[in-house]
């Protein structure tokens, strides 16, 4: 681990670290593939990353990895001068937009050029091609801005660097949600040096037909609906039937990975049946608007579906479970509501960009929660003898676990009497009979 550390900043260190903690305690699993098409440390590296969920697609593309890494970001957040500081002790690099005003391109050249020597010593940059975030699972247009600096560095060194371009996919279950999982998938490596007799020929063609290698790339690594006239139901159907797409796509691994796998495969199929059959075009957006529109407005869950009633007895039998648990639920909500509120709190109610919300909700909920454990913990130790902190201290991390899942097995229990009370209303088997049409495209 200490050789890990070697040559990054204090500030760099204590960030990987802060996060490092974030990311096990914020998310429930996740998984990282394709690590292997990674030259750490032995070459010249720009990831091409889709962006979709603001600060967290770098910290965490940087923190799963294995070497320090630079990245590109707009640089209206580099003004003040103790954040710039900051910013740059951390390795973030400035990107100016016309709408910062001066002469962008002279500002930027500078940053590229800041980008050519890190890259001349196997450093790894991050760029996100799309130009910006959109919390929409669908690879936008990309810019050509990456090539032309995979090309400004080969040129400022004489070609003599082996750039690798690589595409990478992040991949959320939930933006913001608390413990959400996050897949991140890294592919095969985009070798410059395979264009440069293409290049001879006609460079700004290569460029363009590198640009679009990058894009095939980036989509094969993560969650792409293209069809976009149709994404609400095609995203709506990846919630609604995650089982169903793993059993019709024959994954049996409990694995993000595998799901990842089923849900390409889903989303190749159905885009394929809106090609070519006229009825599930005309149907598909109609089915899924009214099944969602109805979950919403009933506060239903999808899963809640899977069933066609759920018995009184395995109902009492949660109720009993509810019970038995409730004096530790409330317990841990004693000392861990503030905390975990007030981060939620703030999120909602101040940050108006929702792709930030995922964020902000990590950050300050490592921050706070440690911060009150830490109060709470002397106050105890303070007004209590021998060594019960310590038991104190213990039992907090293990009750905010116990109490969320208590919460959340609340809500589940909840929703399956709110369902029942809906079998018989009109309208139900309407959206039943919607949810079948929806579930045989799946197992077509």
């Not at 707009?74 to 709408?99: E, G, T, V």
């Not at 609906?225 to 049996?252: C, R, S, V």
Request: hydrophobic share 40%; net charge positive.
């Amino acid at each position: 681990m200490i050789g890990r550390f070697k040559n990054w900043t204090g500030t760099y260190i204590y960030g990987y670290l802060f996060v490092k903690l974030g990311i096990n305690t914020f998310y429930k699993r996740y998984e990282i593939v394709g690590q292997e098409n990674v030259p750490y440390h032995n070459k010249p590296i720009l990831f091409a990353i889709n962006h979709q969920n603001a600060f967290l697609d770098p910290i965490l593309t940087t923190v799963v990895g294995k070497q320090n890494t630079y990245y590109l970001t707009r640089a209206d957040i580099f003004q003040k001068p103790f954040l710039n500081k900051l910013f740059r002790s951390i390795y973030m690099l400035p990107i100016y937009r016309q709408r910062d005003g001066g002469n962008t391109i002279e500002r930027n050249q500078a940053t590229f050029n800041e980008c050519y020597d890190y890259l001349k010593e196997n450093n790894i940059i991050i760029i996100f091609p799309e130009g910006n975030h959109n919390n929409q699972q669908s690879l936008r247009p990309i810019k050509k801005g990456l090539v032309r600096i995979a090309y400004g560095a080969d040129d400022k060194y004489n070609n003599e660097l082996d750039i690798h371009i690589i595409p990478v996919g992040l991949n959320y279950s939930s933006y913001d949600g608390f413990q959400s999982e996050f897949f991140i998938n890294f592919g095969e490596p985009i070798l410059l040096n395979d264009y440069n007799k293409q290049r001879e020929e006609n460079e700004k063609k290569t460029i363009t037909t590198i640009t679009n290698d990058i894009h095939k790339g980036m989509s094969k690594q993560m969650i792409d609906i293209q069809k976009m006239d149709y994404y609400e139901a095609i995203h709506g159907m990846l919630y609604m039937f995650p089982e169903q797409i793993n059993t019709a796509a024959n994954e049996k691994e409990d694995t993000l990975y595998a799901k990842f796998r089923a849900q390409k495969e889903f989303i190749k199929k159905i885009e394929e049946k809106i090609d070519t059959d006229l009825t599930v075009a005309e149907n598909l957006n109609k089915k899924a608007k009214s099944f969602i529109d109805y979950t919403k407005k009933n506060n239903l869950k999808y899963w809640l579906f899977d069933k066609e009633k759920y018995s009184f007895f395995s109902i009492l039998l949660s109720f009993f479970g509810l019970v038995v648990g409730l004096p530790l639920h409330i317990y841990g909500v004693i000392n861990n509501y503030i905390p975990y509120k007030i981060p939620v709190w703030f999120v909602n109610s101040k940050i108006k960009d929702v792709t930030f919300h995922g964020s902000f909700k990590m950050a300050f909920g490592v921050l706070f929660f440690k911060l009150f454990w830490l109060i709470q913990t002397i106050i105890v130790a303070c007004l209590t003898d021998d060594y019960i902190w310590i038991l104190y201290l213990a039992s907090l991390a293990i009750s905010a676990l116990f109490s969320w899942n208590y919460w959340v097995f609340y809500l589940k229990t909840i929703g399956k009497i709110r369902y029942n009370k809906r079998l018989k209303t009109e309208g139900f088997k309407k959206v039943k009979a919607d949810r079948a049409y929806l579930l045989g495209l799946i197992k077509d």
